[in-house]
C-alpha cells in the first residue's frame, strides 16, 4: 500500500465483513473519505459493503459519488481485455 492510498479499499475476495471493519476501522482513524474501488464480479460485493456500513453501522454515512469506468486488464496470457470498475467514495458527516 502506497502513502496516498491509506484511504482506499479495495475489494477482491475476502469475506465482506472484513471490508466493512476495514473501512469502520479508517474512520475510527480519523480518515475523513473512503474510496471502495472494485473491478469486475467484485463491484455488487462493494456495493455490500458500503450499504451495510451505512445500515448497520453508521447511518449518518454520506456516499458522495459513485464513478463508474471501464478499465483495460492484462490476463494471464498477454491479452489485454476490458473490465468494469467502481469507485464509491464515503464520508462522515
Request: charge should be positive.
Amino acid at each position: 500500500m502506497q502513502e496516498g492510498d491509506k484511504n482506499i479499499i479495495y475489494v477482491g475476495k475476502k469475506d465482506t465483513m472484513a471490508y466493512v471493519l476495514a473501512v469502520i476501522s479508517q474512520f475510527n482513524q480519523g480518515i475523513p473519505e473512503i474510496h471502495v474501488k472494485a473491478r469486475g464480479r467484485s463491484i455488487s460485493k462493494a456495493v455490500d459493503i458500503t450499504q451495510i456500513v451505512k445500515n448497520r453501522f453508521m447511518p449518518n454515512m454520506i456516499i458522495k459519488s459513485i464513478d463508474v469506468s471501464t478499465e483495460d486488464v492484462a490476463s494471464d496470457d498477454g491479452r489485454m481485455s476490458k473490465v468494469s470498475s467502481m469507485d464509491i467514495t464515503i464520508s462522515k458527516p
